[in-house]
């Protein structure tokens, strides 16, 4: 049984920094890349950040231009984690984030999943 389970949100302050975590179970973690989204009350999801298969310091790396230099997707293939440290945190980050985990063969994709979800409030 695949699980995806998010950790690490909570209520900060503008400006403040936040460390999320996601731990996954049941898929051999270094065949994915993983990937992390969020969706606020009314928008769509949106993907935040994605980080390639192929190991922790060689896969692709790319970030919505909206977290660019704020936010870092990591991931420790070895504790089958992976991580989004955020800092300086706006209110627009307020929005439940999601770990997604995604495997492609030469392009179509063949095993998807999702967490549950962990809520993220920037506010004063």
């Given at each position: 049984?695949?699980?995806?389970?998010?950790?690490?949100?909570?209520?900060?302050?503008?400006g403040?920094?936040?460390?999320?975590?996601?731990v996954a179970s049941?898929?051999?973690?270094?065949?994915?890349?993983m990937?992390?989204y969020?969706?606020?009350?009314?928008k769509?999801r949106e993907?935040v950040?994605?980080?390639?298969?192929?190991?922790a310091s060689?896969g692709?790396i790319?970030y919505?231009?909206?977290?660019?230099?704020?936010?870092?997707?990591s991931?420790d293939?070895?504790?089958?984690?992976?991580f989004?440290?955020m800092n300086?945190?706006k209110?627009?980050?307020t929005?439940?984030?999601?770990c997604?985990?995604?495997?492609?063969?030469r392009g179509?994709?063949?095993n998807?999943?999702?967490?549950q979800?962990t809520?993220?409030?920037?506010?004063s």
């Amino acid at each position: 049984q695949v699980q995806l389970v998010e950790s690490g949100g909570g209520l900060v302050q503008p400006g403040g920094s936040l460390r999320l975590s996601c731990v996954a179970s049941g898929i051999t973690f270094t065949t994915y890349a993983m990937r992390w989204y969020r969706q606020a009350p009314g928008k769509q999801r949106e993907l935040v950040a994605h980080l390639g298969s192929g190991g922790a310091s060689s896969g692709v790396i790319n970030y919505a231009d909206s977290v660019k230099g704020r936010f870092t997707i990591s991931r420790d293939d070895a504790k089958n984690t992976v991580f989004l440290q955020m800092n300086s945190l706006k209110p627009e980050d307020t929005a439940v984030y999601y770990c997604n985990a995604l495997r492609a063969v030469r392009g179509v994709v063949t095993n998807d999943y999702w967490g549950q979800g962990t809520q993220v409030t920037v506010s004063s």
